[in-house]
């Protein structure tokens, strides 16, 4: 029975279980790819030099062959030595390498068009960085003494909100509710990208609550999650004068944990996480100016 390409790719490597499953799994497709080629096991031994018995002991899992003598046997075949190893064409990784390598050349180049386009997307992403996390993280402080060691302009997303509706944040709230807030967050969000090519972008931490704008945010910024623990979150809103969204709530740190409970899988899809529980700002600064100029900024350089 001839086995097509794709037949190939999804064959299981092997059944058997124990030390020779290796070689069964070598063997299994030896004898499919043989098959796939028309080839009689006398044939290929002609075209390769081994004996058919040591082929059917190799196709039966029972040979253990040089890889040399692999080589010849998977040349003779005009296939690559990789298309035998057990798991080859199971993986996003090998399907994709068997279609391109199979693929006319005018879908290649379509393809490394794409894959350009995506490099230059990265690179964009790479020099633009944002700070995300609850309120109370550092990300105004943190951010714009962070942009200003790195020669890097500092924009907060609120502030950009307020320029471009003419109206304070309490303001937007109140005149549009979370909805229209959150709409019109993720249209100021596509204006720095728009007008920045490298920057250092606070965001208020309820922007994981818009999967579209959060999305937006992840694929075209470097996105650091600065934490700390409830008290230390709690105490630094107190200094800011500032409880939103816990004014007048008797149970203001129940409601401060509850909302961090809900947001950290968010948080943590950031590309890096800072903790800045019991840190000094200049010690976390210095960790995120280290940072990116180590990682971030330096690819760029």
Known sequence: MRHTES????EPADVRSGPNSFLAGVGSRVRAIRNERGFSRKELSNRCGVSQRFI??????????????????VDAMDAKLEQVLPGYGQD???RFWRLFNAAPHEAKKR????????????????????????????????GADVAGRLKLPFVELDSVMESTNGLEIGEIFALYGPQGYRRLEG????????????????????????PATFRTLLNRFSTIWLSASPDEHMSRVIEQGDRRPMADDPAAMEELKRILREREDHY????????????????????LVELLRAGVLAAYD
Do not use: P
């Not at 943590?268 to 960790?287: K, L, V």
């Open 268 to 287: 943590a899809r950031a590309t890096f996480h800072i903790d800045t529980s019991g840190r000094s700002f200049q010690e976390t600064s210095d960790e």
């Open 7 to 10: 037949e190939l790719a999804t």
């Open 92 to 94: 996003e990784a090998h």
């Open 187 to 210: 249209h100021c969000l596509d204006i720095v990208i728009k007008r920045y090519e490298k920057v250092v972008l606070a965001v208020a931490g309820g922007i994981v609550e818009e």
């Open 56 to 73: 059917a002991q190799l196709e039966g899992g029972e040979g253990n062959i040089s890889i040399c003598r692999l080589k010849g046997i």
């Open 111 to 142: 393809v490394y068009g794409i894959l350009n386009q995506t490099l230059k997307r990265d690179e964009a992403r790479a020099q633009r960085i944002a700070l995300i996390g609850l309120r109370g993280a550092g990300k105004s402080a943190l």
